[in-house]
């Protein structure tokens, strides 16, 4: 079947698709129920901002997206993946072809420099070519400079270009972004924020954003707020001036 777009390239089958997703942990107080009975579809290529308070849910449900939690009930197929049936080594591999991953506090190796860093996940995907292809998704990012240099030499925002080259290295068709600004003062977030939007564009990568800056999520052409487990609004926004990537 064709897929149906409008002129934005937005194509009209959903990368995401969440049907009643929920999420039950026990504690010694308790069940705790993070989700409860979320719904929601992403189209691919559309850019979706997740905001809501400190504990209503946002992280983890970027987390049963990626395949990285498993609901206690519901559907989640991303990709054309049914995540509830595949065991831990087939996600890896649908994380591993389909999903990049940024986080507020980079997750980067801090014993591997910045090249080894964006190669990882090509050389897991079986590139030949993955130190050269980790060159070019750095030099996409300005670091071309810093091929060599370790993650503690390097500044928060740097670190962050690594995180992001290391993300799109391997051309995914969904971007999960977690607080991606958390650690970086205010210029520099502007900074990343306007590669990130770029890279994303360039690729054609589908985006969920997660964010508790309400400016940033008006970046994104929907915003879906999330309140005690459950969505509380959704809504398509006018999309905002692009600012020039500094």
Known sequence: MNEASDDTGVTSDPIVLLDDVHLTLASAAGAVNILRGISFRV?????????????SGKSTLMMVTAGLERPSAGRIRVAGHDLLTLD?????????????????????????????????PLEF???????????????????SHRLTHYPGQLSGGEQQRVALARAFAVHPRLLLADEPTGNLDQATGHQIIDLLFDLR??????????????????????????HDG???????????????VG
């Open 43 to 55: 189209r691919a290529g559309e850019t979706v901002g997740i905001v809501g308070p400190s504990g």
């Open 201 to 226: 564009q360039r690729h054609g990568t589908s985006l969920l954003l997660i964010t508790h800056d309400p400016e940033l999520a008006e970046r994104c052409g929907r915003i879906v707020r999330i």
């Open 230 to 244: 459950r969505i509380a609004e959704d809504t398509i926004v006018a999309a905002s001036p692009r600012r020039a």
């Open 125 to 143: 995907a079986g590139r030949a070519d993955a130190f050269a292809r980790a060159g070019e998704a750095l030099g996409q990012v300005g670091l």
């Open 88 to 120: 831990e080594d087939a996600l890896a591999r649908f994380r591993r072809d389909h999903v990049g991953i940024v986080f507020q506090s980079f997750h980067l190796v801090p014993t591997m420099t910045a090249l080894e860093n964006v190669a990882i």
